[in-house]
């Protein structure tokens, strides 16, 4: 059989399905490197810059091996993108008969028992839930797959999502009357019989964790595991880790309680005293905590009398609830269920307000009409390893940003991977010619109160110079709201769209469609976005993207760090900010073909001895410190692309990617 080189050799074979298919060195490099790690079970990490490939390089090695192979992606769109875009156009290339299945977590599957419970008892619904429901009841009738992602017609937060769709708490697994028409379950019967399944990171640590979302049942089979978008790993892992409870759970127990206890003999009065008493308690905790949304350490609060009593109130209501649901459980599959979770939030409340765990962070976070209660793990290396060692398959990590300054020590260290094989590939753009990176003289200090409004008013000529097409990248949202007022001043004669007045999917779509706006934007943006061509021909990042030392998460983190005898801001804060740096900076050149201009304004870059540490990070743009080289840049590249233009309409040889009209002496002045 040919391997997975011979095959992206072939120009021929993959040039009918990829317009200007040429084979690149570095995604030929990573195809020989993943196939060996696949034939010798072993781990790799691969840090593929924008441009390699990846996607082809891990996805042909994986589909000409012999064993099942599990892909997990970062996001649930990208997921998409892989399964309906990326695989068929794959195996279509191959001409191989490889079947591949998608795998999403239960709260993307309509829940048929679910959706007839609550049509039955709708009196618990709102009237905007009761329409919606009846939306979906339509398209229930018609649905192959029953992910809900088909519905478009009804917004992905929509209230009656949680109606009609199950939890690791509710699911009544087998006892369930609908089982044999249960679409996550359809879903995960095609997986297993699949050569290769799509799944996400969600997923694959949401059962890794023993929460039972069914990839536990591939894992045995699977002789390779490949992680795409892997910087995101230590985070995800943290969370699956970690135990969490909140007061929305609690209350959705106690509305599941009384739907299932009206198909029973239960003393529905009695329930809903004590349904009601655990919906105040969760309500007084969230009051308890104050007005603001907030997240701290649970230290902080732990003891105020109010949030004590609130907290022991619950615990109280929670275990009210349990010793009445116990007797009764027997008498139907979902009072089980339901006594079951209380049990289990009983164990996590009381948990979390004891705080007493070695190596364990204890927090909470407060939104608008509810609190969640976390206990989150300081590392995952242990646990990680541990998965490895229970499925000795091959595990392959890759991302366009896993080292720092070149090295993989910081991920390897935080994954449990000291002893993995490491493969760096560089872009195969030119980034010399195709990028300017800029960082502007004379701003302020980022602590001083004006910084932002500085930086704003100096990239208010840099926007009109890029005509637009912009995204501004904040670390903080009061610095993109300070900003998105002053832009708003300056009258720009360009659109703008900023976070939060609409969502992420409509900014973006709205953004492709403008062709000329500026987008503002904070970490949702930093990551996952592949705005290609003109439209997005310039990204500036108002700081260094260093961890909220407020974050109570990476607080102890450093505080553990620093306690053990490390340098915390070394061995921690500066790699992840760099690592956040190189995503925020991918945003900009997705193509061969993209131009653009990258501004970074903190000082901080070349007035710290750790500056060189993200510069020499960061892919090689031609460097520059004086603005009257960026206001010449766009004329310059708009220049070229029209006799580019010119030149493919009359045969011509294409002029090379632009550069900026003066030779670059000032490149690293500064630096």
Known sequence: MNSARDYLNDIDRFGRLLHGYRPREPQLLMADAVAEAIDKRGTLLVEAETGTGKTLAYLLPALLSDGPTLVSTGTKSLQDQLFFKDL??????????????????????????????????????TRETAEQLQVVAHWASRTRTGDIAELKQLAEDAPVWPWV??????????????????PLMNARKEAQEADLVVVNHHLFFADAALRGEGVSELLPSANTVIFDEAHQLPEVAANFFGDSLSTRQVQELGRDALSEAAHSALDLAELNQRVSALEKAG??????????????????????????????ALLDA?????????????????????????????????????????????WFETFRRTVVLHSTPLSVAGQLRAQRDKHPCAWILTSATLSVAGRFEHLQKRLGLDEADTLRLESPFDFKRQAVFY?????????????????????????????????????????LREAAALLREAKLDYPLLVQGESGRRELLDEFRRLGNAVLLGTSSFWEGIDVRGETLSCVIIDKLPFGSPGD???????????????NAFRDYQLPQAVLALRQGAGRLIRDPDDTGLLVVGDPRLVTKGYGRLFLDSLPGMTRTRKAEVVQRFFPHIAKLQAERLNKSQTGEAPTPAPTPQEPSNDAHSGH
Request: glycine share 6%; aromatic share 6%; charged share 25%.
């Open 165 to 182: 769709t199950s939890t690791a708490d509710n699911c009544l697994g087998t006892e369930c009357p609908k089982y044999s028409e249960c």
């Open 439 to 479: 960082v502007p003289e004379g701003l302020p200090a980022p602590s001083s109160p004006d910084y932002t409004a500085s930086l704003t008013r100096a990239m208010i000529p840099v926007i009109r110079a890029a005509e637009g097409r912009t995204f501004f990248l904040f670390t903080s949202h009061r610095a």
């Open 88 to 125: 068929p156009m794959v195996l279509k290339a191959l001409g191989l008969p490889r079947k591949a299945a998608l795998l999403k977590g239960r709260a993307n599957y309509l829940c048929p028992y679910r959706l007839e419970l609550h049509q039955e008892e709708a009196r618990f619904l």
């Open 318 to 362: 929670l275990i009210d609830l349990n010793d009445f649901l116990e007797p009764q459980a027997r008498s139907s599959r979902g009072l089980e269920s339901c006594a079951r979770r209380a049990a289990e939030h009983v164990l996590t409340l009381k948990s979390i307000l004891d705080a007493n765990g070695p190596n364990r962070v204890y």
């Open 283 to 312: 309500q007084d905790l969230r009051l308890s905590l104050g007005e603001q949304e907030r997240r701290a350490p649970w230290s902080e609060v732990a003891e105020e009398k109010p949030v004590q009593e609130a907290g022991e």
């Open 552 to 566: 109570p998460v990476a607080a102890a983190r450093i505080e553990h760090i620093n306690r053990n005898g490390g």
